[in-house]
């Protein structure tokens, strides 16, 4: 495995490293409505990724490869990346964002559900940069270093909050800084592990590779609407967090294509 894909597989898991190390800068929790439109940002990343950097590139090869029938490998691709997710959902016990929990220990029970919520998140960010690595590195026309750079970049801007999010509420509820920041980056450590065996997969299956795209599109738009959405849509004042959106999907829509 060449050094550019080993560091390109690390830049979205840097993302949750740094947001991680907010807990020794910030006093508080993050703010709610700065998450809000954080979450918002990040929904709208994960949008214009889906969409520029995996679904358009899976319906260009596979018209290329299969013809009239493109459509249906990419559409049974990306539905069975939302149900691979919803499987996960289901069967993981994990914490939705916008839930909440009684109690005495309510708060770290809460931010410990979180992780698990984070780390389902992280599966199909990786699995999405691995794919595009593992199309430029097999020589594939359709797949540029540049777009899969930009795709990385853009993950991992949208991990940031997701590192603050852990660390600080595990901070604020008795664990130590250090100890914090640890379980905040840890939580981002599935996702070059996802991307390098989806690498490792894609070798083998060069043939499915439109499936593959959609497959991890469909993955991290079922996060968008499982997840994403709800948290940015709770309560009132949402206009900065559609307007977070906004500015998320034309920056990566920006990104991939200044860069891809």
């Known amino acids: 495995m060449s050094i550019e894909i080993i560091i390109g597989l690390m830049i979205p898991f840097a993302g949750t490293a740094l947001g991680s190390m907010m807990v020794f800068f910030m ?7 700065l998450q809000k439109v954080l979450t918002g940002f990040a929904a709208g990343v994960m949008v214009s990724a889906s969409f520029w950097s995996l679904l358009l590139p899976a319906v260009q090869q596979a018209k290329e490869n299969i013809g009239n029938t493109a ?11 939302m149900i691979f997710l919803l499987l996960i959902d289901s069967f993981t016990p994990h914490m939705h964002l916008d839930e909440t929990v009684e109690g005495p220990r309510a ?6 559900m979180l992780v698990l919520a984070v780390v389902i998140h992280n599966i199909p ?3 999405a940069v691995g794919v595009l690595f593992a199309g430029w590195n097999q020589g594939n026309d359709m797949f540029s270093l540049s777009a899969a750079v930009s795709l990385a ?12 999010i852990i660390s600080m509420p595990l901070n604020a509820n008795g664990v130590s800084k250090t100890k914090a920041c640890l379980q905040g980056i840890a939580s981002g450590a599935v996702e070059p592990i996802a ?5 490792l997969l894609a070798a083998l299956l060069i043939p499915l590779m439109p499936a593959l795209l959609s497959f991890a599109a469909g993955a991290m738009i079922y996060v968008v609407v499982e997840e994403l959405i709800p948290e940015m849509s709770e309560g009132t004042h949402t206009n900065k967090t559609t307007i977070a959106f906004m500015i998320g999907f034309s920056g990566m829509m920006l990104l991939d294509v200044v860069l891809g």
């Open 107 to 112: 708060g770290l029970k809460k931010t410990t």
């Open 71 to 81: 459509m249906i490998s990419c559409i049974l691709g990306f539905c069975a990346g």
């Open 27 to 33: 006093k508080n929790e993050i703010n709610n409505n």
């Open 125 to 127: 960010e990786g699995m």
């Open 195 to 199: 991307g390098f065996v989806t690498i």
């Open 153 to 164: 970049v853009g993950i991992a801007i949208q991990n940031f909050p997701e590192g603050a």
